[in-house]
């Protein structure tokens, strides 16, 4: 037979619940999906006749292979269990034994079992990365103190009421509760009915923050309110034997984070802890220092890619030293171990702070099976990094920044191809003397700024990009100008900058990139604060996706006037003496009412077509607009269009 023990200041508890409260609800509260890296390890701890021993505690998995939970269960004396007596498990309910192996266990430095010096930390490398659920991600003490925070819970331990303390008859079902984080260590606090009643919690290291547990009967708050508010949450509680290891969520700005780990039991009386109305709870906080260097030098690494031909993220044996890079911070190369163009699966969600390529063989990381890629430098003042050394390579997965960008093309001629879809909104930079090209998956990615260094290049393709900036005073619209205006090249779309190699094929139609400033090109597609850069049909001078009368109108109104910018009628990138001219008329008598090669016919672009025919002529609103000089040639042009729009109904079967 089997039996679980749990180290037990009460170390190691599991969820106790308000007696007035449906039980079902803390169930529901632990299987809400942003709780799902939770799991369970189970510690084999020795045999006696034909009884086996376990340490039971719960844990949450923060990369595909590596969990996080409290040290104390797993040392036996002064040095950590075997790995190969532990073993990993994940779901509503514990089952037995737990599915995955264990690799390795790294114990907190100076963990001595001394409950009260905040650092009763370990990391576990599973045998077997995790790929069906999201690892949990750490709270930045950048988003700002968690004193007075809600903090969710979880733990698969021992379960009870407020009144009576826990059973030790019930374990293994996930459950969660929510409590408000009141302080931390070293602090005095205040409790009792009236917030009269001193404690002091001085014995404690600032590492550890701390939840009571409150009663719902305000006739017990003198004796059961330790700290802060003495009404209860809704479905609050405290953690019991089994819950020791077990994640503290918060959610800041809709985003669920992990912010520390269920460390042990107290109370401010001279009986044992059973998790009772009174008792508050101690977790190791994931901002201290030590936790984070504890994570950081430990999953922070640098992994470079040993095998000859492609395989998946996943594959402990395909990295360097069996090292998986897989945090914020953490650097993967793919150099010159493949043989010939490879493909790597993410299978999962993976983040890293940088990425390297060098071989003149092509690497593809691919998606594969729901597969995402995260890139994070884990620190506010660094950017994340894309680094092509040597050749050219893709990344078809999408993309999320949670960092600002920096991509790097070492060598003209070679490429980074970027067609996932691209989130994040953060700020990028492109650097090198290569180019940075977005493939048709990137849809519309949104910056916080673009920035293309001297010499590098941007290849939007067919796609348009957004950036939003944070004022009118902010907007990089001149900057953007003179980007494409290198990329244009003399309309050849093939310069430094940012270009177009959809647009620099030839055809019947001229294909070309244009920018709009959301504040100042009213009559745009672009938004406000938002510099709008796309692929389009020279004319296009919205940005609607056609060439029509009210392109034509905005060239007639700036012709000659001095219009310098894309919205009014300078498709020609015309730096010298810019202004909207015959050039620009031209376009838009060759592209008019034409489809985007790709994009169907004029009918499939739905309102954005005006009706065919001299309706739509007379149909402009020219309110305000004089003609120039020439009059005569500008006519000319007007006569012309009316002339191209009946010929092109006559042609489609529905002239007159």
């Not at 264990?102 to 930390?121: A, H, M, P, R, Y």
């Not at 009236?194 to 708050?221: C, H, K, V």
Request: charged share 10%; with cysteine.
């Amino acid at each position: 037979m089997a039996v679980w023990t749990c180290a037990g200041l009460g170390r190691a508890r599991a969820i106790t619940i308000r007696d007035d409260v449906d039980p079902s609800l803390y169930v529901a509260l632990g299987a809400q999906s942003q709780y799902a890296a939770e799991g369970f390890l189970e510690v084999n701890t020795g045999s006696s006749g034909n009884v086996t021993n376990y340490n039971f505690q719960t844990a949450t998995l923060i990369a595909p292979d590596w969990i996080l939970t409290a040290a104390h269960g797993l040392v036996n004396g002064t040095s950590a269990y075997s790995p190969s007596l532990m073993t990993f498990g994940q779901g509503a309910t514990a089952g037995f034994p737990a599915p995955i192996s264990v690799s390795q266990v790294i114990i907190e430095s100076g963990f001595n079992g001394n409950l009260t010096v905040g650092n009763d930390l370990a990391l576990v490398q599973l045998s077997t990365p995790v790929t069906s659920v999201a690892p949990a991600t750490i709270y930045s003490s950048s988003l700002g103190t968690l004193v007075g925070q809600t903090a969710t819970v979880v733990g698969y331990g021992y379960t009870g009421t407020g009144s009576q303390g826990y059973n030790t008859s019930v374990i293994g079902t996930r459950r969660a509760m929510q409590n408000v984080i009141d302080t931390f260590g070293q602090n005095i606090v205040f409790g009792g009915a009236d917030g009269d009643q001193e404690y002091n919690l001085s014995n404690f290291s600032r590492n550890i923050m701390f939840t009571d547990f409150d009663s719902p009967n305000s006739a017990d708050w003198e004796t059961t309110n330790i700290m802060g508010d003495p009404t209860p949450l809704p479905l609050e509680g405290a953690t019991a034997p089994g819950d020791s290891g077990g994640g503290v969520f918060v959610c800041v700005n809709g985003q669920t984070y992990l912010a520390g780990v269920t460390s042990f039991g107290d109370n401010m009386t001279v009986s044992p802890p059973l998790s009772e109305y009174g008792d508050f709870d101690g977790y190791t906080a994931l901002t201290a220092s030590s936790s984070l260097n504890l994570i950081n030098s430990t999953l922070v690494t640098t992994s470079s890619w040993n095998q000859s031909g492609g395989g998946t993220w996943a594959g402990l044996a395909d990295w360097s030293n069996s090292n998986i890079p897989e945090f914020a911070r953490a650097t993967a190369n793919f150099g010159g171990a493949i043989t010939t163009a490879s493909t790597v699966t993410l299978d999962a969600a993976w983040t890293v702070g940088t990425i390297n390529f060098n071989n003149t063989n092509s690497y593809t990381l691919a998606a594969g099976n729901g597969g995402s890629l995260t890139l994070d430098s884990g620190r506010s003042n660094a950017s994340a990094a894309l680094t092509d050394n040597g050749g050219t390579h893709f990344i078809t997965a999408p993309l999320a920044l949670n960092s600002n960008l920096l991509v790097t093309i070492v060598n003209p001629g070679d490429s980074l191809l970027l067609s996932g879809l691209i989130t994040g909104g953060t700020n990028l930079t492109i650097a090198g003397s290569g180019t940075l090209r977005f493939g048709p998956g990137v849809s519309t990615p949104t910056f916080g700024a673009v920035t293309v260094n001297s010499g590098a290049t941007l290849d939007i393709s067919t796609n348009a990009v957004a950036i939003n900036y944070g004022s009118p005073g902010d907007s990089p619209i001149a900057q953007i100008a003179a980007a494409l205006g290198t990329g244009y090249n003399s309309g050849t779309w093939t310069g430094t900058g940012i270009t177009s190699s959809a647009a620099a094929v030839p055809g019947a139609v001229k294909l070309s990139v244009g920018y709009a400033d959301g504040n100042t090109d009213t009559g745009t597609t672009a938004q406000p604060n938002q510099v709008l850069i796309k692929y389009t049909l020279a004319g296009d001078a919205n940005l609607d996706g056609v060439v029509n009368f009210a392109d034509f109108a905005i060239v007639l109104k700036y012709f000659d006037q001095g219009g310098t910018d894309w919205s009014q009628g300078n498709f020609e990138y015309a730096t010298t003496g810019a202004t909207t001219n015959f050039n620009d008329f031209a376009d838009v008598l060759r592209n008019f009412l034409q489809p985007i090669p790709g994009a169907g016919s004029s009918e499939a672009l739905g309102n954005n077509v005006l009706p065919l025919g001299e309706a739509a002529l007379v149909s402009v609103d020219l309110t305000g607009v004089q003609l120039p000089e020439p009059g005569a040639a500008v006519l000319g042009a007007v006569g012309a269009l009316g002339l191209l729009s009946r010929r092109r109904q006559s042609e489609n079967g529905r002239g007159q």
